[in-house]
T-cell receptor, first 111, second 114 residues
Framework: KNEVEQSPQNLTAQEEEFITINCSYS?????LHWLQQHPGGGIVSLFM???GKKKHGRLIATINIQEKHSSLHITASHPRDSAVYIC?????????????FGKGTKLSVKP | DAGVTQSPTHLIKTRGQQVTLRCSPI?????VSWYQQVLGQGPQFIFQ???????GRGNFPDRFSARQFPNYSSELNVNALLLGDSALYLC?????????????FGSGTRLTVV
């Protein structure tokens, strides 16, 4: 079993839909990251959080440390949100700087 | 302020050759991490360097090596290339390298081994 699991693997939505991507992890973490990767490959950091909730524009990230679970929400989705969304955790006890990545959720938003 | 820059952006090598990938971190960042992303998978940790010293190493063979220079830029070297080394190689920089700090990723180097 992977240490970081994301669901769903693929997600197709209509424009304006509310989207939720889930991430569960099995290791002790110092922080959890949500990242966005576009087809060209470059990765953009969206959020880093260790507790509670963060919001940036139409994006909201939440984390429940006790349940070892995080969600990324996109409100009023738009075709430009189409990308792969990756959850990564910084692992307590692992090599410093070693992020453990999920496999990503491929989101396609249709107009 | 420039972001994390990686070079080259793409390259094609043949099996058995050697390759060097380069990464320049954001100004002020002292830590550089390298990741390998095979198509359809999440990135896998290869190395982390902080203040020119290796701070962590992932589960990769000795054909993979890296170093960090006094200006905090870094090189990743891969010897005796295999077809399976074909991947996107990502560099990420951070201020201290601790996992509680934010990372900035480069756009990656796409390596194809034929």
């Amino acid at each position: 079993k992977n240490e970081v699991e994301q669901s769903p693997q693929n997600l197709t939505a209509q424009e304006e839909e509310f989207i939720t991507i889930n991430c569960s992890y099995s290791v002790g973490i110092s922080a959890l990251h949500w990242l966005q990767q576009h087809p060209g490959g470059g990765i953009v950091s969206l959020f880093m959080l260790s507790s509670g909730k963060k919001k940036h524009g139409r994006l909201i990230a939440t984390i429940n440390i006790q349940e070892k679970h995080s969600s990324l929400h996109i409100t009023a989705s738009h075709p430009r949100d189409s990308a792969v969304y990756i959850c990564a955790v910084g692992n307590y006890g692992g090599s410093q700087g070693n992020l453990i990545f999920g496999k990503g959720t491929k989101l396609s938003v249709k107009p | 302020d420039a972001g994390v820059t990686q070079s080259p952006t793409h390259l094609i090598k043949t099996r058995g050759q050697q390759v060097t990938l380069r990464c320049s971190p954001i100004s002020g960042h002292k830590s550089v991490s390298w990741y390998q992303q095979v198509l359809g998978q999440g990135p896998q940790f290869i190395f982390q360097y902080y203040e020119k010293e290796e701070r962590g190493r992932g589960n990769f063979p000795d054909r993979f090596s890296a170093r960090q220079f006094p200006n905090y830029s870094s090189e990743l070297n891969v010897n005796a290339l295999l077809l399976g080394d074909s991947a996107l190689y990502l560099c990420a920089s951070s201020f201290t390298g601790g996992t509680s700090y934010g990372y900035t990723f480069g756009s990656g180097t796409r390596l194809t081994v034929v």
